[in-house]
């Protein structure tokens, strides 16, 4: 037999030969979601809207205790994860005649810590808080800020607009080829200079101790076991993070990202 | 046209191909290849700027590779080889596979399997399929090679022993 006629026998083996499937409601559940911020700029009005009706609905509901606005920046990351705005959002942000599915995450209270800091030149220093969620096992993220606030809440008079998904659960994981997770985000300095953030998790090849941007060079140490966030500078074309073991050997190399 | 709009347009052309992802998920063992399917139209949405506008496939089944992988940690079944995952699963669980062909693959190595079947069940080009494994071009086409030898070899191999098995006289014949 041919290595052809083998290849051919195979293909008609196929046993899940692959149809054409027309899901319109998947479809529209899928882009009521905030999309790309780099291709899908994030509307502050519209987030800031949408934030207003979380708090109406939560101050409102008598859910408990009167989550507002300003209290809800300042929270504690229990309580951040708890009120859960990025489902809350989600569930906002369907379209008309859709089922309100939200993210239907509930944070697992005692999995909330610190993951990592992380310094942006000329703000100051920002944590970033996780958790874990139930059902699904998602990551939950929130980024603090150096005055203690939340980011990404459209808190008004936010001096840092860090940009980037609301806090809560499900903004991770962001899978692709290479075994990266991450989310990525931009500040701007007062002194006018750009720069890019990414965080989330490595992948488990190898032991990596150290995250590195292969184009500015920068690195940063893991944290927590396998979180990182870094800060580049975004007078690079684009970025491309890779893991470091002990000894300095790169394990995994990501995907080049333009970073725009 | 507006961000958005222009976005959702972009994104139909990769959510096209839910049925091949969907195929995909299945015929690697997903446990819900309809959801997992779901999830990876949904990541791509999120990160659209990195899929490739001319060709979304080698994207979606690398990350609905990783996604089967997540599945299989979580259901405690065993991931194989990260560079070509172990398609235990390989009849889906309508249609059988025939005998013969199915435990010739399962005795190709898992990497040469999945160039073989990213070609033959995928459809995607050799250069499609090393971009979803995140290989060159050259080095996929040389692993298909070796596969498709390696799986003549096997049925041949298969073929002439049955055959010999066929001829050997019975007792009542001697």
Known sequence: ?260 | MDDRSAAEARFAGVFAHLGLITAYARRRGAHDPDALAAEAMAIAWRRLADVPADDPRPWLIATARNLVLADRRRHGTPVGDLDGIEPAALPSPTVELDPELEVALRSLSSQDREALLLVAWEDLTPSAAAASLGISAAAFRVRLHRARRRLVYELETRTRRHALDNCQPSLEQL
């Not at chain 1, 291709?39 to 008598?62: D, E, H, S, Y």
């Open chain 1, 1 to 260: 037999m041919s290595t052809d006629r083998v290849l051919d026998r195979v293909r008609a083996a196929n046993p899940a030969p692959a149809a054409v499937i027309t899901d319109e409601e998947l479809f529209a559940w899928i882009v009521a979601e905030p999309g790309d911020s780099r291709l899908v700029r994030p509307t502050r009005r519209r987030r800031a809207r949408w934030l207003a009706l979380i708090v109406a609905g939560v101050v409102f509901a008598g859910t408990g205790g009167a989550l507002g606005l300003g209290v809800l920046s300042h929270a504690s990351p229990k309580a951040l994860f708890e009120a859960d705005p990025q489902g809350q959002y989600s569930r906002r942000a369907r379209l008309p005649g859709q089922i309100t599915r939200g993210t239907g995450q509930t944070v697992i209270a005692s999995t909330v810590h610190l993951a990592t800091t992380f310094t942006i030149p000329g703000f100051g220093r920002f944590q970033w808080w996780i958790a874990i969620s139930r059902p699904s096992g998602w990551l939950c993220g929130a980024i603090r800020q150096p005055d203690g606030t939340w980011a990404d809440l459209g808190t008004p008079g936010d001096k840092y607009q860090l940009g980037g998904p609301v806090p809560g659960c499900g903004t991770l994981p962001w899978h692709d080829a290479e075994g990266f997770a991450y989310n990525q985000s931009a500040a701007q300095t007062p002194d006018g200079r750009v720069w890019r953030i990414a965080y989330g998790y490595t992948p488990t090849t190898g032991h990596p101790v150290e995250i590195r941007d292969k184009v500015s060079g920068a690195t940063v140490p893991i944290g927590d076991g396998r979180y990182f966030a870094i800060v580049m500078p975004q007078n690079r074309p684009g970025y491309q993070l890779q893991t470091l073991d002990r000894a300095g050997h790169v394990l995994v190399t990501d995907q080049f990202d333009p970073g725009e």
